[in-house]
């Protein structure tokens, strides 16, 4: 597998190739997860034998490029943004016509999986209400607090066929009023998809926290996505 550093239409990439691509893993990243990529894709690499590539691009604004609409912040002055719609955009009509030049995608149906972690989580999840052109979401330990969500998620219809969820078992145990929610919010969120037509879906607990080995967990949730 070749690793390449990009930039695609101003947004720095880093690209995990492989030839006969049946996959293209897509993945929203900060610095955290940019520095354990490779052991992220090294786990994938050992337990799965599909053919896959994986394409990670830099998030600048992790509150304002990854959320639907404004609420918030948790701590300190200030809202979450809407950014959300402008990155779909950019994968939709900006990466995925890029990656031509990179993998051979000639006579080919190659499949499309987002993924990330966190507000990346919820912003994938977001993502397969919003298109149909992704096979699967891997949405790990989602930031399903987030205000509004559930009645969003009620009043629509899920585009993906495949939608991974996860959280951490202890994710839930906080004093902070609005991140305690995550636990039912994510509940509720399965339980939805789960009386959705067609759908393939699964609810995952990790041990730990939301910072517990974020690479595995989002891993994992790719791996279920591409080989379900």
Known sequence: MKKNKITIFGKKCILYLN????????QPVDENDISVLDNEVKHIEENTD???SLVAFKIEDW????????????????????GAAGTLEFIK????PSLSEYINVE????????????LAGLFSLWSGYQTD?????????????????????EAEKPLSEKIYLSLGDTEEKTKHQILSKIG?????????????????????????NH????????????????NK
């Open 19 to 26: 030839e006969n691509t049946e996959y293209i893993l897509i």
């Open 50 to 52: 599909r053919n896959f």
């Open 63 to 82: 509150n304002s490029e990854l959320t639907p609409w404004e609420m918030p912040l948790l701590r300190g002055k200030g809202n979450f943004g809407d």
């Open 93 to 96: 009509n900006d990466l995925i």
């Open 107 to 118: 006579n080919k149906e190659i499949k499309y999986i987002l993924g990330g972690y966190s």
């Open 133 to 153: 052109i992704f096979e699967g979401i891997a949405a790990v330990s989602p930031s399903v607090w987030y205000k509004g969500w559930i009645e969003y998620v």
């Open 184 to 208: 039912d919010n994510i509940r509720k969120q399965h339980e939805i998809l789960e009386n959705s037509r067609n759908m393939k879906t699964v609810l995952e607990w990790n041990e730990g």
């Open 211 to 226: 910072f517990q080995n974020p690479d595995i967990r989002t891993a994992k949730g790719f791996l279920w996505v591409m």
